[in-house]
């Protein structure tokens, strides 16, 4: 794997990981650790698997054999304050949320439960884990739960777990979130109200810190659990004229919370937005029109391209985007906070798709690239630059 470099520096022929498909909703997909990239992901037979790759070598390990050929499967890797790996895991609308924890080696520890939700039978989906210095190193682990919102529950260790408690409540709906932390005290969260397909979802934010929740300025937010209301509106679907799906979120060095969204003109016209918290508002841009949804079965017409942020240095995004009839993905910078922004290709002239790029934490860029015809059917492989 080659390594995230500057701005100028130009990158090679894309390598692979491994086969399979993700999501963008479970997060962490990519971690480095000591130098090593760690990436997880469900793959083409159902599996979740997760690879260790230093240089041109990639070790792989299944965590779990069959558990569903759904790109929701895949895992999200923690990497822990004591050195140690952490994956988090479950079928889509699952009836376990599992995880194992690595040792110093990097083995596998044995499968473990969660073995607490909130009520409802939608089961797990989307685990997020993230952990605090500021709080002793005490591990906090997002989902969604079994009544289709946003829960919660957290840990000393990553094995014993405080009793589920939902976050969000969306009476009908089932928001779409997205975790980050700045790794000491604070917990950024950008969500939508619903599933846009389903309702005219807004784009909302909130923050955790020193165990309350508040918004940008620093109002504090009753509960959990909140109604989305009760969180800044970043963008008003009613007022605006169009649904909006979140896909990143990413705190500054300055502490300020940028978000990553599309919103939709139409099935064959997204458009790609950036907002940033400067202090006193939200100041909000469109990025770039990233074309229409890319599965080839028309059932997931909100399926853009994806976005994300290199959480080292969010005024860097990559992006997948219909370039000249096929999806590309280009690394995108903004010098003054999402107003304007220059980018380059990592694909150009590629004839396979290319979508849903991550960067792992701390590390550089990974995507998926291949055929793809809906969540339980792709023939994808996961590569890196």
Known sequence: MLPHGPPGRRYGAPVEVGSGAWCWFADPRAVVVDGVTHVGWIDCAG?????????????????????GVDDHDNPALLARADGR??????????????FR??????????????????????????????????????????WRGGDFNPAFSTSPDGVRWTPAATLIRAPGQRPYVKIATDGRETIATAFTDGHPR?????????????GGWFTAGGRRIAGPPFAPAAADRVWDAAARGRRAWVHDVALGAD???????????SPTDHRYRHARWTGAVWDDHEITPAGGFFPDEPREREYSGGLAFDHAQPSVAYLSRAVDGQWQVERWATPDGGVT???????EGSRERNVRPVVARNGGPLWMRGTYAHYTRYRTAIVTA
């Open 47 to 67: 599996a979740v698997r997760v690879a260790a790759v230093a240089g041109d070598l990639a070790t792989t390990a299944t965590l779990h054999a069959g558990l």
């Open 85 to 98: 790996l952490q994956a988090f895991y479950s079928a889509h609308g699952g009836p376990q949320m599992l």
């Open 101 to 142: 924890i690595a040792d110093e080696r990097g083995r596998w520890g044995p499968e473990q439960s969660l073995a607490t939700n909130t009520p409802g039978r939608r089961g797990y989906t989307y685990p997020n884990p993230v952990q605090l210095a500021g709080e002793g190193g005490q591990i906090h682990l997002f």
């Open 198 to 210: 389903e309702t005219a979802t807004s784009l909302y934010f909130a923050r955790y810190a020193g």
């Open 255 to 265: 502490g300020h919370p940028r978000i990553l969204y599309a919103v939709f003109v």
């Open 341 to 347: 922004w220059t980018h380059r290709s990592l694909t």
